[in-house]
């Protein structure tokens, strides 16, 4: 397996949905600017990988189209809110297996207002068991979906460990800070913990500003190989060094609901990542996690293991979450901030580290970067853990 590079990246501001240009737009200006900033042309692309999860059929060739027509392989990507990561992990397995010397990953969502809904009713639902996991396990909710399974999941936890309120409010204040340094997130005004505590309840310890919003954006990457960078003089500082995709085993569905919300598949990637390359947990400088909710942050955080089990809680008080504590986890805002357009995500997390190790986050910078963790995980499922490393 020969090692990718990350030769470059590209993003737009994610955006909510009535600010939001088209999908193609969105798209075709991320590319843009990932060949922009790797210096090379479309037509030296060997493949592209688009992934976006609501859009018709070759929604990517359509979106591709708008900077060029090369002729070259163009595979449309949908793993729910994994879909960028998946991309990405389709594109590092082309490098690294050599069947392509330099790809491009692109993910972009031009979503609508409001909760995610089912598409297609008039066919069998692919969430059809967590749907009946969760009803079996706390009855009916009007609630919106997502929030049910992650205000679930973070319900039991909260008795097990007794985990406060202020806890979880902490982490959406956490990320607003964070956010307040990057032009990219739409939410970058701070709040206070009591600020979130009395906005609207959604379900379980969730209230509205513990909620990812839904934004529309893009995001891209270049990924080479080394003989490739050599050849074109392209920057070779930033690696992707070991990368896994999960998806559920049976213990998803046996009435867990820290395990239906894909902690298993979560912990399962990190544990591969962290034995493929010998890299520790307490390594790490920087992670950009899938804060879809906060309680799934503060869950992630055990998933990752970055904190022994039962003591996330533990970790965020003691201000381990962020600048001077143990890891900076999601210094872009997240996805609490930044929002989450679905196939965009994984790959705005892919900018965001790669722009870290280069040193290139000004204010929000991590100094002396040099390991970061990548998790995007997409329920029905797919968890995709991918860590980078400054060569140089």
């Known amino acids: 397996m020969r090692r990718t590079l990350i030769a470059s990246v590209g993003m ?9 240009d088209p999908y193609d737009v969105l798209g075709g200006n991320a590319i843009r600017r990932a060949l922009d900033d790797a210096g090379v042309q479309l037509d030296s692309v060997d493949q592209i990988y688009a992934g976006y999860v609501y859009g018709d059929s070759t929604s990517g060739q359509r979106t591709v189209y708008q900077v060029g027509q090369t002729g070259v392989p163009i595979v449309d990507v949908n793993n729910n809110c994994s879909t960028g990561s998946s991309a990405l992990w389709l594109a590092r397995q082309a490098v690294a297996g050599g069947a392509a010397d330099c790809v491009l990953a ?4 031009q979503r609508e207002r409001g909760a995610l809904q089912l ?21 009916a909710s009007d609630a919106p ?68 919003p839904p934004t529309c954006g893009a995001a891209a990457a270049v990924l080479v190989s080394d003989e490739f960078a050599r050849r074109h003089s392209l920057r070779a500082d930033v690696a992707i060094t070991g990368q896994a995709m999960t998806t559920d085993a049976s213990a998803s569905f046996d009435g867990d609901l820290v395990c239906l919300v894909g902690f298993d598949m979560t912990q399962r990637a990190a544990d591969q990542v962290y034995e493929a ?18 309680s799934h942050e503060l869950l992630s955080y055990e998933a990752l293991r970055l904190t022994p089990p039962g003591t996330a809680e533990k970790f965020v008080l003691a201000g381990d979450n962020t600048y001077g504590g143990k890891v900076v986890t999601n210094p872009s805002g997240g996805l609490l901030s930044k929002g989450h357009p679905l196939g965009a995500t994984g790959l705005g997390q892919c ?42």
Not at 163 to 190: C, G, L, M, Q, W
Request: one cysteine or more; proline letters at 7%; glycine letters at 8%.
């Open 12 to 20: 737009v501001p994610f955006v909510t949905p009535r600010n939001s």
């Open 106 to 109: 692109f993910g972009f969502e």
């Open 119 to 139: 598409k297609w009713p008039d066919r069998p639902d692919p969430l059809g068991e967590f749907r009946s996991v969760l009803s079996a396990e706390q009855g």
């Open 145 to 212: 979906f997502a929030a049910q399974l992650f205000g679930g999941a973070g319900a039991p936890y909260t008795e097990e460990h007794g985990t406060s309120d202020e806890t979880f409010a902490k982490i959406a204040v956490k990320a607003r800070r964070h956010a307040a340094n990057n032009p990219y997130a739409v939410f970058r005004d701070p709040v206070t913990v009591d600020e979130v505590l009395v906005s609207p309840m959604i379900h379980g310890p969730l209230t509205r500003l513990q909620c990812c």
């Open 277 to 294: 390359t010998g890299v520790s947990p307490d390594d790490l400088d920087v992670v950009e996690l899938h804060d879809c909710f906060t």
């Open 351 to 392: 900018a965001e580290l790669t722009w870290q190790l280069r040193g290139q986050t000004e204010s929000r910078q991590v100094e002396g970067a040099r390991l970061a963790l990548q998790h995007n995980i997409g329920l029905g499922g797919a968890a995709v853990v991918t860590l980078y490393e400054k060569l140089s």
